[in-house]
């Protein structure tokens, strides 16, 4: 075994070329067993296993310092950095994150989970290192469909105005999460086809340096390369072709399935768990296709998840033209779905609540200031969403529910998002955005007018106090409203407020004669979310109002229940305010 003797990376650097073949066999026996017991990213670290060996085995780690795009190649990296026995023992599998983090390790220099941004922060890297004199390597590794991100382009456009060393690998496995879309990955194939000496070439066309390495699963080679630039005086692309999912031939074979996945079995590569319950994903792409039928001027769109809404691959093709993948472009997205909508299209634009934050401005100046029929879906707005500190999607509501003319719903069941949906694809009068929820909860088909705006729904009317719960924590509601009524003897009034961008006043004050306290409840952040609306109402009135939602927080591999717990989110605690607030 080399691996379990890797305790830094001098210890790469006394292998032998042989030694470091054998290195990256047990480096990816390692990674598919931990994977199949907690799952991943299996196709991206596969995949990159002998360029971090090679990187480690040229550079001089921590001191030249290593930004990694998305942090999906982190696995290996982490292993040779000290951090082996948590890919080893697998009681210690949870003693690292899927991310680098400079809080982790001395060799991780930033907390990274979205794409494109390593050549910007490495970049940063050089030029602070100008500035005080330095002579470390900086190296950007970029891959993964993360080239097609802006903040990508601008990076490479400012390293020609850096004019020092920082050297930028191109991981180049001819995909991104799924495949890759866009002009600029016509140009990484005519390089892949040509062994990098087409004429035509986009790094050079910025400025850069430009080096080739057709095999990049092969160690020697990636050796040569990274040798020939390590101290570079000048910014230099090392363009990489690699094979995702290397040496595990489900992933081979299914590279987008396989991009991160879920616990497997590491002989047959079928999921331990089979979910067989519904999904909304799955479900909107089944509306959106029937919609499609009947309506050529609907267009879905995704900036490199189509799976998010339920588009595999079988579904984009149904689709057809009607399908748009812009790649990791979150800004371009949403600008371009203005731009249908204000020449006849009706685009639908399915995304993480966490990436939605990349887009704000286009938000506010492309869409919302032109006022233009665009239909947003947002997934994972919950804390029960994804865990870890780069992918919350908490944050969603303070953000978009202050940004004039949107229109952000929140169904409890899928009746009404449908409902929603259906509507705000027909309008013509407002941008709209829908949380989706997480689990799926059928409920009866609502009449409601959605045109009708901020008009909120009374599901129990009752009196002394209120509860009005947000969304998908209705159901919450409902079983703190019946606690609160066991335990009081008092009958709460149970409000849907339906839509998190405004507040229905005729209710709100209709609740002053007979209603003392009222609790908001949401699945989000506090500062600035959808309570606070509720409590400024109420600011210069008698009636208390307490907010219960999120703390603001970067929270990082949590258990949502102890979060709730933490902020007071149970039913029981929920009770307990109110008990206090009527007693």
């Given amino acids: 075994m080399y691996l379990e003797k890797i305790n830094s990376p001098a210890d790469v650097k006394k292998l032998s070329g042989e030694e470091m073949k054998a290195l990256a ?5 390692a990674l598919i067993k931990k994977l199949s017991v907690h799952g991943g990213h299996c196709g991206p670290n596969l995949g990159m296993v002998e360029a971090v060996i090679a990187l480690h085995y040229v550079f001089n780690s921590p001191e030249d310092k290593f930004v990694f795009d998305v942090s999906h190649q982190t696995y290996c990296h982490k292993m040779l950095t000290g951090r082996s026995a948590a890919f080893l023992d697998e ?7 899927g991310y680098s983090t400079q809080h982790e390790s001395a060799h991780d220099h930033f907390t990274i989970g979205h794409t494109s941004t390593s050549v910007s922060l490495a970049a940063g890297l050089a030029k602070g290192r100008d500035l005080r004199g330095g002579h470390e390597n900086i190296v950007a590794v970029i891959g993964d469909g993360s080239l097609s991100g802006g903040e990508a382009l601008e990076g490479l456009d ?3 105005e850096l004019g020092t060393n920082l050297i930028i690998i191109v991981n180049d496995n001819g995909m991104s999460i799924a ?6 990955y016509t140009n990484l194939k005519l390089l892949r086809d040509t062994d990098g000496r087409a004429e035509c070439n986009l790094f050079k066309a910025m400025g850069l340096d430009y080096t080739f390495v057709k095999d990049g699963n092969d160690i020697e080679s990636l050796i040569a390369a990274f040798s020939a630039v390590k101290d570079s005086a000048k910014p230099v692309v090392v363009h990489i072709v690699t094979e995702k999912g290397r040496g595990y031939a489900p992933a081979v074979a299914d590279k987008e399935s396989w991009h991160w996945h879920v616990p497997f079995d590491a002989e047959t590569g079928k999921p331990r768990h089979e979910w067989d319950g519904e999904d909304y994903g799955d479900l909107t792409a089944q509306y959106l296709l029937a919609k499609m039928k009947k309506d050529p001027t609907v267009a879905a769109v995704t900036s490199g998840t189509p799976t998010v809404f339920g588009f595999w691959k079988s579904r984009r093709e149904e689709a057809g033209s009607q399908f748009i993948d812009v790649g990791i472009a979150e800004e371009h997205a949403v600008a371009l779905c203005s ?3 204000a020449n006849g299209g009706k685009p639908v634009y399915g995304v993480y609540s966490s990436f939605i934050q990349r887009t704000y401005d286009q938000l506010s100046q492309d869409l919302c200031i032109n006022n233009n029929p665009v239909t947003i879906l947002t997934f994972a707005a919950s804390v029960y969403g994804m865990t870890d500190i780069t992918h919350l ?5 303070p953000m978009m529910s202050n940004i004039p003319n949107l229109v952000y719903l929140a169904p409890a069941t899928y009746e009404e998002y449908i409902a929603m949906l259906d509507w705000s694809m027909e ?5 709209v955005a829908i949380r989706v929820p997480g689990a799926v909860v059928h409920g009866e088909k609502p009449t409601k007018d959605y045109g009708v705006l901020n008009k909120y729904e009374v599901l129990q009317q009752g009196s002394d106090i209120a509860v009005i719960a947000l969304g998908a924590f209705r159901g919450l509601g409902a079983e703190a409203a019946k606690l609160i009524e066991q335990q009081t003897g008092v009958k709460p009034t149970l409000i849907d407020p339906v839509y998190i961008t405004g507040i229905d006043e005729q209710l709100l004050d209709s609740l002053k004669s007979d209603h003392r306290a009222v609790i908001t409840l949401e699945d989000g952040i506090l500062d600035g979310g959808f309570g606070e609306k509720i409590a400024r109402f109420y600011g210069d009135s008698d009636v208390k109002t307490v907010n219960l939602g999120l703390k603001k927080q970067f929270l990082d591999c949590y258990d949502p229940a102890e979060v709730l717990r933490d902020c007071g989110l149970t039913t029981e605690q929920i009770a ?3 008990v206090q607030l009527i007693s």
Avoid: C, W
């Fill in 25 to 29: 066999q047990e480096m990816r026996a």
């Fill in 91 to 97: 009681s210690k599998y949870n003693d690292v994150t």
């Fill in 158 to 160: 400012y390293a020609y």
């Fill in 179 to 184: 495949e890759n879309h866009g002009g600029l």
């Fill in 339 to 341: 731009g249908i909508s």
């Fill in 393 to 397: 999607g908490i944050f969603d509501i």
């Fill in 427 to 431: 309008q013509r009068e407002h941008p």
């Fill in 576 to 578: 307990q305010r109110a």
